[in-house]
């Protein structure tokens, strides 16, 4: 009786002893599995947030070949060869201000932003849309200024033409045949004048009538109506003088075509000299501005613009 006694007990005590280690097993399973499905929400909350910000990134146009195209545009600025006619270039950064008022932004050429506005006027050219400005860009852009300029190279008749008074022009002693202007194009080049006088930010030296002062430079005419007999004298003087004095059809001859003084050298066209006026405060306005008075620019000649309404 004793013994039954004694077994009893010890089986009782390793019943206890079994639950008791099946309920911590349990609840170590339990706890385990709460935690796994706690990281499992983690992580798809993590791979959400990766999945949202690549959206955003790609919707921002902040994405690699952006990045790409930028870095590639800040070095072909520079270095990129291209001919302008039978004239070895390099680089387009003598282009910049044309570029950016062509594709309507006003970010740096080596931006991100400057080559997705770019890459937008590519689609819309039908070309391309890399955001690089390559060759067939610039010559595409090329195509669509040169485009933009006069059609009709007639020769002005004389009731067509005013002879404006000295005080317009950058050499006050300028021959008399040499200070004539087409009417209609002369009455758009004060009204334009007006309007850049009255822009402070340029500061320009005016009269009491708004008018640019004796001693003011800026936007003086250097050169107007120049008739075939005038061209034909600077072909035989200055047989090497470059497009200007070699044109057969000169724009010049119409009256509708001015050279405006916009800093440096006033017709030269080095390298060097043209670096120096685009950028003047006085061409960027006109890059800008000149249009609304009816003026196209000839790009090659920062100094050299018609009027084509």
């Given at each position: 009786m004793k013994r039954l006694k004694e077994h009893t007990a010890i089986f009782v005590i390793y019943l206890v002893a079994s639950l008791v280690l099946v309920s911590f097993i349990a609840g170590i399973s339990l706890s385990q599995s709460n935690s796994k499905s706690e990281d499992d929400v983690k992580v798809k909350r993590v791979l959400k947030a990766t999945g949202e910000s690549r959206d955003n990134h790609e919707k921002t146009g902040t994405d690699s070949p952006?990045?790409?195209?930028?870095?590639?545009?800040?070095?072909?600025?520079?270095?990129?060869?291209?001919?302008?006619?039978s004239k070895q270039q390099r680089g387009w950064y003598l282009y910049t201000t044309l570029i950016k008022r062509l594709i309507d932004t006003k970010q740096d050429p080596a931006s991100a932003k400057f080559a997705g506005a770019l890459s937008k006027w590519q689609a819309k050219a039908g070309l391309k849309s890399s955001g690089v400005l390559d060759e067939e860009t610039l010559y595409a852009m090329i195509k669509r200024w040169q485009d933009a300029r006069l059609k009709d190279r007639s020769v002005a008749a004389s009731d067509q033409l005013l002879t404006a008074p000295t005080s317009d022009f950058y050499d006050p002693t300028r021959a008399e045949d040499l200070r004539q202007v087409e009417l209609r194009t002369y009455a758009a080049y004060k009204r334009m004048v007006a309007a850049a006088v009255s822009d402070r930010s340029l500061g320009l030296a005016h009269a009491p009538h708004g008018e640019l002062a004796a001693g003011e430079k800026y936007l003086k005419i250097i050169s107007a109506f120049r008739s075939p007999e005038y061209q034909q004298k600077l072909r035989r003087e200055s047989p090497n003088a470059g497009s200007a004095g070699l044109a057969v059809n000169s724009p010049h001859s119409t009256g509708r075509a001015l050279d405006l003084y916009v800093g440096g050298e006033p017709v030269d066209t080095r390298d060097s000299n043209r670096t120096l006026q685009v950028a003047t405060p006085v061409y960027q306005w006109l890059v800008r501005n000149a249009e609304r008075f009816g003026f196209r620019p000839y790009c090659y000649e920062p100094w050299h613009w018609e009027y084509v309404r």
């Open positions: 952006l990045k790409e195209a930028a870095t590639a545009n800040g070095q072909l600025s520079n270095e990129l060869n291209w001919k302008f006619g």
